[in-house]
């Protein structure tokens, strides 16, 4: 994780000097890790509880050095089998993943998939803080929720409801909009109770999303 330090210095250097005013809070410590940065809570003026994802420094030089030698390891793969040409995977994967780089994108994403569930009740998703976001820092409403595995020993009856909204946030975009969610793993979901009870998901990470 990045320091107290060094994350002054990457959020002064997204939102300028004065950056600490245009919270009412920021906790020093990261409450997550995310793929390619950590995620900070803090509070808004008007008393939001907010979700701010800084980038880790130099990931974009990462990624282009991680692309090419899976470019070099794909040019291997097409030597021994011909058969298979990874030419377009190379592309799709490059693509995606700068993509992911850029949180401006991922914010649009989440604004997308507000407005795509907005009727399911079971599946909720941040609204994103353009004024305190940038294409490396990425500011969403902070939403409360447990870790989904320690819900695996829970009642048929949670487990389903748990796992229907899962579906519902993958299927529904899919299937009517046709926007696919790439990423599906556990760390992107969290589990919102209602009057004590597991009552389904939240959302939380929309950078690798396919249109």
């Not at 991680?66 to 070099?72: A, H, I, P």
Request: with cysteine.
């Amino acid at each position: 994780p990045m320091g107290w330090a060094f994350v002054k210095r990457r959020m002064q250097a997204e939102l300028g000097p004065g950056w600490q005013k245009k919270f009412d809070s920021f906790e020093h410590h990261p409450a997550a890790a995310a793929s390619l940065g950590q995620v900070h809570r803090a509070h808004s003026h008007d008393g939001a509880e907010l979700a701010c994802k800084l980038q880790y420094a130099d990931m974009q030089s990462a990624v282009e050095a991680d692309l090419r030698q899976l470019g070099l390891l794909f040019a291997i793969r097409r030597r021994f089998d011909p058969a298979i040409d990874t030419t377009e995977m190379i592309k799709e994967i490059g693509a995606r993943m700068r993509e992911e780089l850029d949180y401006r994108h991922e914010a649009k994403h989440a604004a997308l998939y507000r407005n795509m569930l907005a009727d399911e009740e079971s599946v909720r998703v941040p609204k994103s803080w353009p004024e305190l976001s940038t294409g490396r820092l990425l500011t969403l409403d902070w939403l409360e929720g447990g870790r989904l595995l320690e819900h695996k020993d829970d009642t048929l009856a949670v487990r389903n409801r748990l796992a229907k909204a899962m579906f519902t946030a993958w299927w529904v975009p899919f299937s009517r909009f046709g926007v696919i969610h790439g990423d599906p793993h556990l760390g992107n979901y969290t589990v919102f109770t209602e009057k004590g009870k597991p009552a389904g998901i939240n959302l939380l990470d929309y950078g690798g999303i396919r249109i």
